[in-house]
T-cell receptor, first 112, second 113 residues
Framework: NAGVTQTPKFQVLKTGQSMTLQCAQD?????MYWYRQDPGMGLRLIYY???????DKGEVPNGYNVSRLNKREFSLRLESAAPSQTSVYFC???????????FGPGTRLTVL | SQQGEEDPQALSIQEGENATMNCSYK?????LQWYRQNSGRGLVHLIL?????REKHSGRLRVTLDTSKKSSSLLITASRAADTASYFC?????????????FGQGTILTVHP
């Protein structure tokens, strides 16, 4: 059981470039989430997917898109990266039975 | 906007002492959760307390919840150097929130050996 995996671990982009952050979970969870974490701050929700086939905006969705490819995978896309999107991105999935969220190790993104 | 605010922002103690972190939130909740984050890592779930509970224990952790004051506290007893980490509270509004969590800014705990 790998839990929640994220790729890549690190990425450097130039302003205007695009990229997709990948996330997969092997716990058969229905709900998945994307957060960003900036220095000295807690996590802020970007998008979430309550179940396969559905996605919804969180607190800070501007500049991002998501795809819930199947039950396992939930990707986050930056179409035109901006320096303000420099952050650490975490994917999580939720156990409906116990309500806790399981987090991946994060992707550290720098936009120059 | 952040649902939770945590106090203190940083806490430095000696091994063996107790550490208390406080969290306040703004709206009604279904449950409140505490997470731990070691430097450079993802968050790990510690404990969940439901809105109809007032206190919960798990090992050296004790969580209290006061819904009238919209506040919670996390107590770590007999702290160890390995407890050094950032601790976050996260509020779940329940209902149709689909498990969404709103996190506080966190408390950085340093335990000196």
């Amino acid at each position: 059981n790998a839990g929640v995996t994220q790729t890549p671990k690190f990425q450097v982009l130039k302003t205007g470039q695009s990229m997709t952050l990948q996330c997969a979970q092997d716990m058969n969870h229905n709900s998945m989430y994307w957060y960003r974490q900036d220095p000295g701050m807690g996590l802020r929700l970007i998008y979430y997917s309550a179940s396969e086939g559905t996605t919804d905006k969180g607190e800070v969705p501007n500049g991002y898109n998501v795809s819930r490819l199947n039950k396992r995978e939930f990707s986050l896309r930056l179409e035109s990266a901006a320096p303000s999107q420099t952050s650490v991105y975490f994917c999580a999935s939720r156990s409906a039975m116990y309500n806790e969220q399981f987090f991946g190790p994060g992707t550290r993104l720098t936009v120059l | 906007s952040q649902q939770g605010e945590e106090d203190p922002q940083a806490l430095s103690i000696q091994e063996g002492e107790n550490a208390t972190m406080n969290c306040s939130y703004k709206t009604s909740i279904n449950n409140l959760q505490w997470y731990r984050q070691n430097s450079g890592r993802g968050l790990v779930h510690l404990i969940l307390i439901r809105s109809n509970e007032r206190e919960k224990h798990s090992g050296r952790l004790r969580v209290t919840l006061d819904t009238s004051k919209k506040s919670s506290s996390l107590l770590i007893t007999a702290s160890r150097a390995a407890d050094t980490a950032s601790y976050f509270c996260a509020a779940n509004a329940g209902g149709t929130s689909y498990g969404k969590l709103t996190f506080g800014q966190g408390t950085i705990l340093t335990v000196h050996p």
